[in-house]
């Protein structure tokens, strides 16, 4: 089974609603951000960091990426 994780950001071409996806296959967290402004506010705050430094599954195993 491949697990597969990551950020993942669409609908940036004109007339389309972007959407930005956050998903973490250790701990199963799912995050979606819908809209312009809240998809470029989601990005300049650097989601994957922020996920890393309070993912549970990280701190339960003691181990950084």
Do not use: W
């Not at 994780?5 to 701990?27: F, I, K, M, N, S």
Request: glycine share 8%; charged share 30%.
């Amino acid at each position: 089974m491949i697990r597969r994780g990551g950020l993942q950001v669409r609908g940036l071409e004109r007339d389309q609603t972007p959407v930005a996806d956050l998903y973490c296959h250790r701990c199963h967290t799912h995050q979606r951000v819908t809209g312009r402004t809240r998809v470029q506010d989601f990005m300049r705050a650097n989601p994957l960091l922020e996920h890393r430094a309070r993912c549970s599954a990280l701190q339960k195993k003691g181990t950084t990426p």
